[in-house]
């Protein structure tokens, strides 16, 4: 089992900055890919970034050059620096843990609510 814990939502003005942190816990040995994931009012969940294993990263057309997806391995702690955010940004981000190889599944965090105001 993984536990996901985010932290770092808030309000923010357009033009603004937030960092997102994502604690996990548990079977964190088991993790392959982490990453963040976000659902505004009315919208289906939509991927905003990914961090395998071995660092590889993977970002939606959306937030490439704004938002940055780091981790700290001592800590099993994953980040989300978010830079030039939007309106559009607004929407609760939900961090995400994948296990299983052969079987993938997915972990998620309670949610944390970003508000971008114009």
């Known amino acids: 089992q993984v536990l996901l814990v985010e932290s770092g939502g808030g309000l923010v003005q357009a033009g603004g900055s937030l960092r997102l942190s994502c604690a996990a816990s548990?079977?964190?040995?088991?993790?392959?890919?982490m990453g963040w994931y976000r659902q505004a009012p009315g919208k289906q969940r939509e991927l905003v970034t990914t961090?395998?294993?071995?660092?590889?990263?993977n970002y939606a057309d959306s937030v490439k050059g704004r938002f940055t997806i780091s981790r700290d391995n001592a800590k099993n702690t994953v980040y989300l620096q978010m830079n030039s955010l939007r309106p559009e940004d607004t929407a609760v981000y939900y961090c995400n843990a994948v296990t299983g190889s052969i079987v993938p599944f997915a972990w998620w965090g309670q949610g944390t609510q970003v508000t971008v105001s114009s």
């Open positions: 548990g079977n964190i040995f088991s993790i392959n890919a």
């Open positions: 961090i395998t294993k071995a660092g590889t990263t």
